[in-house]
């Protein structure tokens, strides 16, 4: 299984990024979806996470400006990401939490996407 995020950049504060994670691979089933972040010097962090049913929870840093949705057809979770601020310079990380087609179940992560907000 692979995870494969993109969509990030540089981007001016008050701008907006999507970024995109898709899996692929032996996947029988997809359970939740999420998104983190980790800035330089500091621990990962949770943004956004987003199950199956697309019940989602944000951190409060976040809330009113990032969207998490999901296409499950495609194993794709998707970061709307609006009214962007410095603060939010980060590589950004996706994790699934897969049951594979050899009915085993473990979480994959990609490798990251850097957003980078400055002006």
């Known amino acids: 299984v692979q995870l494969v995020e993109s969509g990030g950049g540089l981007v001016q504060p008050g701008g907006s990024l999507r970024l995109s994670c898709a899996a692929s691979?032996?996947?029988?089933?997809?359970?939740?979806m999420g998104w983190y972040r980790q800035a330089p010097g500091k621990q990962r962090e949770v943004v956004a996470v987003?199950?199956?049913?697309?019940?989602?929870n944000y951190a409060e840093f976040v809330k009113g400006r990032f969207t998490i949705s999901r296409d499950n057809a495609k194993n794709t979770v998707y970061l709307q990401m609006n009214s962007l601020k410095p603060e939010d310079t980060a590589v950004y990380f996706c994790?699934?939490?897969?049951?594979?087609?050899?009915?085993?179940?473990?979480?994959?992560w990609g490798r990251g996407t850097q957003v980078t907000v400055s002006s």
């Open positions: 691979g032996s996947i029988f089933s997809i359970n939740v």
């Open positions: 987003i199950t199956s049913g697309g019940s989602a």
């Open positions: 994790d699934a939490d897969v049951t594979t087609t050899a009915r085993s179940r473990a979480v994959y």
